[in-house]
């Protein structure tokens, strides 16, 4: 048996302007088990880097230990990659970061590996704004040790093992609101419409961009009476609004449909447009993202889309003033500029 993807594909599958097919931002087969919404989501993410125009070399995927966190091995095979230790995904980032400001970083995580062992990390992560694209592929459940409740699990939602959860669950988009995440949203892997432009909007954002995926585990967590299987998703979502991202390379056009619509312009000056947004809510409000994301909970609703999005913010690198190089592009005259331009930073801090 074989992991390696067949060579062949159709002659005239369609190429991006770079000239890739969609096959050139996939990875091996994977070896989960069929019918993973991990799957959906590694499926949307490369959808999301094709159509986006992404050189995989400029990308970094980073991961942690779980289920979720063996998908970068099933996309984008030509990217940078690196699977660190359980938890400790956000200070392996946060190295990479400073050190080359130059790529594009993805952390891959799962509910246990974030919200568990790495909150500590996940935590940092978040008040020190990183430049990253967060995504937690949340099923509830540790399935790579046969499903027992993860702290993303809901207080009453029943495992295959038949017992019900019985302590309240960690939502971890209001943990990020709470901790001053930039961008927060929320997905379900079974919603490709809705995924793909939310992870390009994260792409395109400047900052810690958070992203909880509701990803069914179709062995551990699929049944009758679980809150994170497909069936009670699908009956419980309700979206904050429709989302659009248009690259700013694009033609820029905008299409109002019937109820209100918010358009926001990011550093890049590409465009996220929210359409139909619920009554009340202002994606650009941080009160208002809380009072929105509380109100469904109270409801019973799962909460999708974007939640929360602030285009204009500073991140790590503008924090600490960092060099606007990578710091492997800096020779020795960079490293050690002499005796003069010590005595110069002397005299500015006397």
């Known amino acids: 048996m074989t992991f390696l993807r067949p060579k062949f594909r159709h002659p005239d599958a369609p190429k991006n302007t770079l000239g890739y097919t969609r096959q050139f931002y ?31 070399h400029r990308i970094a995927k980073l991961s942690g230990i779980g289920c979720s966190s063996k998908t970068p091995t099933y996309f984008l095979g030509n990217s940078h990659g690196f699977n660190s230790v359980h938890g400790r995904m956000p200070s392996v980032a946060t190295g990479a970061i400073l050190a ?34 967060y995504i937690v592929m949340n099923n509830g459940c540790y399935g790579l040790t046969k499903g027992q409740d993860s702290a993303t699990a809901d207080i009453g939602s029943v495992g295959k093992g038949g017992a019900a959860n019985q302590f309240q669950n960690i939502d971890l988009c209001g943990l990020a609101l709470e901790l001053g995440a930039t961008f927060v949203g929320r997905s379900f892997s079974g919603d490709k419409e809705q995924l793909v432009p939310m992870i390009q909007a994260a792409l395109a954002h400047r900052g810690f961009a ?18 994170k299987s497909y069936d009670y998703v699908r ?16 033609e820029i056009t905008t299409q109002y449909t019937e109820g ?30 809380f009072q929105r994301l509380h109100g469904a909970r109270a409801k019973g609703e799962i909460l999708t889309g974007i939640i929360y999005l602030d285009p204009d913010t500073r991140d790590l690198h503008e924090m600490l003033d960092t060099v606007d190089r990578p710091l492997n592009t800096l020779a020795e005259d960079d490293l050690f500029p002499g005796l003069d331009a010590l005595a110069k930073i002397n005299a500015e801090n006397r």
């Open 210 to 227: 958070f992203i909880d995926v509701l990803s069914p585990c179709v062995t551990f967590n699929n049944n009758k009476g679980s809150t």
């Open 26 to 56: 996939e990875g091996a087969l994977s070896t989960l088990c069929a019918g993973c919404g991990h799957d959906s989501i590694s499926g949307a993410i490369i959808q999301a880097c094709f159509d986006m125009n992404i050189e995989p």
């Open 235 to 250: 009956e419980h979502i309700e979206a904050t609004a429709a989302v659009d991202y248009v690259p700013y390379k694009s």
């Open 260 to 289: 209100s619509s918010k358009v926001i312009k990011m550093h890049d000056d590409s465009l996220v447009e929210l359409h139909k947004l619920a009554p009340g809510w202002d994606p650009a409000d941080r009160n208002s993202a």
């Open 100 to 133: 080359n400001r130059d790529l594009i970083y993805l952390g891959v995580s799962g509910d246990g590996d974030t919200a568990s062992i790495g909150m500590g990390q996940f935590v940092h992560a978040i008040r020190r704004n990183l430049n990253i694209v």
